[in-house]
Structures are given as structure tokens and as C-alpha cells.
């Protein structure tokens, strides 16, 4: 189960790297978070946490977009049930 919601939220992350109407340090997170999802090398629940706790950060950011700053809650929706 984790290793299809890693997948699904990496393709999310992935649109929000790509978008230039995204500010530069939430799009630097994003690659961030994916990066740590990427590392097999770390627990499950550690990888979803520590990606948590950054996206939790920038959701909060006042210069995200609406549309970016859904796409980070329906991420964290995903990581929380893991």
C-alpha cells in the first residue's frame, strides 16, 4: 500500500515542481519531499513523517497558490493514513 501512495504523491510533488507559478522555495520542498520518498533505505512511516513535517511547513506559507497549497493537503492526506 505505502509503495503506490509514495507513487501517487511523487506525481504530485512532481506537478508542483513544474509549475512556474509556484514560488521557487515551495517548489524546492516538493523536490525535497520526493527525494526522501525516493530513499528506500529509510523506515516507511519515517519517510512519510519527515515529509509531513516539511509539507506541513509550506502549506502554511502566505505566497503559495490556492491550487499549489490543495495539492499539499491532498498529499498530506495520503502520508497521514500510512
Known sequence: MSN???ERVSKILKTIMEDT???RNIR???EESNEILQ???EDVT???STVISILDEI???PNIPIHA???I???LSELESI
Open 59 to 61: 502549506s502554511n506559507d
Open 46 to 48: 519515517i519517510r512519510a
Open 69 to 71: 497549497r490543495t495539492l
Open 4 to 6: 503506490k501512495t509514495f
Open 39 to 41: 530513499n528506500e533505505e
Open 73 to 75: 493537503w491532498e498529499i
Open 28 to 30: 524546492r520542498a516538493a
Open 21 to 23: 507559478s509556484v514560488p
